[in-house]
């Protein structure tokens, strides 16, 4: 929409979005929906960190990988894929669902529903109030009737090590976007980035060694989990070093290698070193002082995503560090959105557990998948966070090579299922599938968490054959002993 489109300068807005990734684009989507005028702001691209340098990205990086991976298990096909990926392509099919880098596409249809876009930074001057610094340093001053949105997400953590600036290193921005394979790559942090771009570069062609800090990867799961992924990174010629620091940098020349000083006196050279260690909330330069609030902290918010304390500010997404995934984002953004419609007509909230404005999943039924080969996907709570929480609870373990979906899918399948079982409710807490092609079976799994649905109701549901999903009945029937 052109400037001259916008409500007029100094009108109200119902609503203003700070941020234009798809929790942004979302809260917009259900706030146009409701009939309130909304307007959204962003710094850059239009669609956001998942759009550009992670969820999408890394995504097109894994598939031919993992592809590949499935095929070289199938008799009468796996001779016909012993050769290296082609490089060019993959990157060329990253570099598509990226569109280029380009947010054309995504502005249009946010203008589509009705969406005022406003390029630049977004900053809270005072309640219901954004002040927007354009590029070319004009303001625009956004007032809202209803609410403001902060959807501004998260950035990388890069930690203050002597060398660190002249090393250049990578972050998951320069990861998921990289022009080409390095020709070694090391990747600091065993979590979620981590080891899908150690994953996807080493496929790609890098030789890549992962420093792990703790004992091993993934250490939000199942310990299983990781150990299986870490088992295949090194299978697939990954170097992965635990229980150690970075504790400098050296790159003397621009061009040059860089020399990785460790806390047990030993060195690692490479081409580019990857710090895959954490996020921060993107909240520094948001105004945060003008409310009350501390530059650069995370939002705490209500099951609605009202920021604790107004009764016109929320968080929504990863920037209130209750679940940093993209579906949740998204998932808090409807919530968030209905629960501003309603205000706004002075409707009641629904806020029963499972009610239209409560984003009780957070708590209880969060999903997620690590797109590394085997993969790896979880629901709800590990056994350990279960024991912590003070639930009385059984862990039923079954080998995912014993189910006779697995042979078929693959030879040599390898991996293991885990459903963690409330003893006094009888329902599932939490569920963990570590294989070759089980992201498509976290759905189930997450329905019977968030359902709550009773383990004498989960015997009816009844697995087709032959197929891996029929490990949930081999869980159950370990269960009943």
């Not at 009939?35 to 340098?53: D, H, K």
């Not at 298990?73 to 598509?96: F, M, T």
């Not at 029929?470 to 370990?478: A, N, Y």
């Amino acid at each position: 929409m052109t400037d001259a489109g916008k409500i007029p300068e100094g009108s109200p807005y119902d609503v203003v979005v700070i941020g234009a990734g798809p929790v942004g684009e979302n809260v917009a989507d259900r706030a146009r929906a409701a009939g309130l005028t909304t307007a959204v702001v962003e710094s850059e691209l239009v669609g956001g960190e998942c759009s550009y340098w992670a969820c999408m990205p890394s995504k097109a990086l894994l598939r031919p990988v993992v592809a590949r991976a499935d095929a070289r298990r199938v008799p009468g096909l796996s001779a016909a894929v012993r050769g290296p990926l082609d490089v060019g392509a993959v990157l060329a099919k990253r570099d598509e669902e990226t569109s280029h880098w380009k947010d054309d596409g995504q502005v249009a249809w946010l203008e589509s529903v009705g969406a005022d876009v406003y390029r630049g930074t977004g900053r809270l001057t005072g309640p219901r109030e954004v002040t927007v610094t354009a590029p070319d340093g004009t303001e625009h001053r956004l007032t809202a009737r209803h609410a403001v949105a902060v959807c501004t997400g998260t950035r990388a953590v890069v930690p203050a090590l002597p060398g660190i600036a002249e090393a250049r290193p990578w972050t998951s921005r320069e990861a998921t976007s990289a022009k080409e394979a390095p020709g070694r790559l090391v990747v600091v942090g065993g979590g979620v980035v981590g080891v899908e771009m150690a994953t996807a570069w080493q496929a790609l062609g890098s030789e890549v060694t992962l420093l792990i800090r703790g004992a091993g990867l993934l250490p939000r799961m199942e310990p299983f989990a990781g150990e299986l992924v870490a088992d295949a990174l090194t299978e697939a010629g990954a170097t992965i070093r635990t229980g150690v620091s970075v504790t400098a940098l050296h790159r003397p020349a621009p061009d040059g290698p860089v020399t990785v000083e460790l806390d047990d006196g030993g060195r690692v050279e490479a081409d580019e070193i990857l710090f895959a260690t954490g996020r921060a909330p993107r909240t520094d330069e948001l105004g945060l002082e003008t409310i009350g609030r501390e530059p650069g902290s995370w939002l705490s918010v209500d099951d609605s995503c009202l920021v604790e304390g107004t009764d016109w500010l929320y968080a929504v997404g990863d920037v209130n560090h209750r679940a940093l995934l993209t579906h949740q984002g998204k998932y808090q953004a409807r919530i968030a959105g209905a629960a501003i419609a309603a205000r706004a007509a002075k409707d009641p909230l629904d806020t029963a557990p499972w009610g239209a404005h409560a984003a009780t999943a957070d708590h209880a039924a969060v999903p997620q998948v690590v797109f590394t080969d085997p993969e790896a996907a979880s629901v709800g709570l590990t056994l350990a966070e279960a024991e912590r929480a003070g639930h009385r609870v059984r862990a039923v373990d079954y080998d995912l090579a014993s189910v006779a979906g697995s042979g078929l899918y693959a030879d040599g399948y390898r991996g293991r299922a885990r459903m963690v079982v409330d003893l006094d409710r009888e329902i599932l807490l939490g569920v963990t599938f570590v294989g070759p092609g089980i992201g498509e079976l976290l759905h189930s799994a997450t329905v019977a968490v968030a359902g709550e649905v009773p383990v004498a109701r989960l015997w009816h549901a009844v697995p087709a054959y032959p197929t891996i999903s029929e490990v949930w009945l081999r869980l159950l029937e370990t269960l009943r002993g």
